[in-house]
């Protein structure tokens, strides 16, 4: 079933972004088959967080892949919404 994942930073936290850039691209080929889609998120020029498209079981598997991401531990994100997600359009058409 497939998820969007926002997150949000938290302020003052962008060195750790630095820090555990590739250990957290690491996690994100190692989970391939889950995530669809990673990337950051910016307000401007700033960092702003990121957003995962990720198709998993439930909920409660999305959560499972967030918590074992290099970036959780660290007080990276200031906050996380998993939003279930349902595809309607792509590639300039309706998707049914």
Known sequence: MP????????PG??????EK?????????DHAGAI???GPLFDGD??????WLVDVEDA??????????PFWP????????VLRWHQVFADGQVVR
């Open 36 to 38: 669809r889609a990673a």
């Open 21 to 29: 850039m590739p250990d957290h691209l690491a996690f994100l080929s």
């Open 46 to 51: 700033a960092g702003a967080g990121g957003a």
């Open 74 to 81: 660290t007080g990276l994100r200031q906050s996380v919404q």
């Open 60 to 69: 409660d598997a999305a959560w499972q892949l967030i918590k074992t991401d």
């Open 13 to 18: 936290h962008d060195h750790i972004r630095g």
């Open 3 to 10: 998820y969007l994942i926002l997150f949000q930073d938290a």
